[in-house]
């Protein structure tokens, strides 16, 4: 049998300190070093978990394993989106271009008025959570998603292309209690290109499936 996957923890794509002075070096080395990666080692020791009971054929509590499962994948999935959709301010452009600039207008009428939507559901989030774009494939409509925790909330099959995470720990060093300073900050680290590249890439999918 094949040698079993799990999940590891990439590297950030830039500097600790590279998003300064929106994101704190502090700040991002609690988050992707602590953090991130506690979500990585839950989700593959519930994967193990799994694997034992398997081996040793003995009952486990899935209801409680599956939904930690879940909240873990999802937290690692999120993270690595998130790290991958910023860069340092001095190569963030101030907005998107080409498909995704078309995608958006389209859906909302103006860049202006999706990130007044966005910010409203990255500022509006109940406790832990975060605001995603993502992508209907069979609609071929960006949707906004206001996830809680790392899994409520999410619509399945639709692609994730851009994401904001408003856990405290991800602003409070930084912010303290003024979510709001933080969601304004990060229209300046956006990494506008990546985000593009991502939502192409789902939209050739979808033209293949
Ligand atoms: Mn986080």
């Known amino acids: ?90 190569q963030a452009k101030k907005a998107p271009s080409g498909t995704l600039a078309d995608v958006i207008n389209g859906e909302f009428g103006s860049f202006d008025r999706f990130k007044k939507e966005f910010t409203q559901a990255a500022n509006s989030a109940e406790g832990s959570g975060w605001a995603a774009l993502s992508f209907c494939k069979k609609t071929r409509r960006p949707i906004i998603m206001q996830v809680e925790k790392h899994n409520v909330n999410v619509y399945p099959a639709f692609e994730i292309i851009m994401v904001l995470d408003i856990w405290e720990h991800a602003y409070y060093v930084d912010y303290k209690n003024e979510r709001a300073k933080f969601v304004d900050a990060f229209w300046n680290v956006i990494n506008w290109g990546k985000v593009n590249d991502r939502l192409e890439m789902v939209i050739k999918e979808g033209n293949q499936s």
């Open 1 to 90: 049998m094949a040698e079993k996957k799990y999940y590891v923890l990439p590297d950030l794509p830039y500097a600790y300190n590279a998003l300064e002075p929106y994101i704190s070096e502090q700040t991002l080395r609690l988050h992707h070093d602590k953090h991130h990666a506690a979500y990585v080692n839950n989700a593959n020791n519930g994967l193990k978990k799994l694997e034992a009971a398997r081996q040793s054929n003995t009952e486990l509590d899935i209801k409680a394993l599956l939904k930690d499962l879940s909240f873990n994948v999802g937290g690692l999935v999120l993270h690595n989106l998130f790290w991958d959709n910023m860069t340092p301010a001095t």
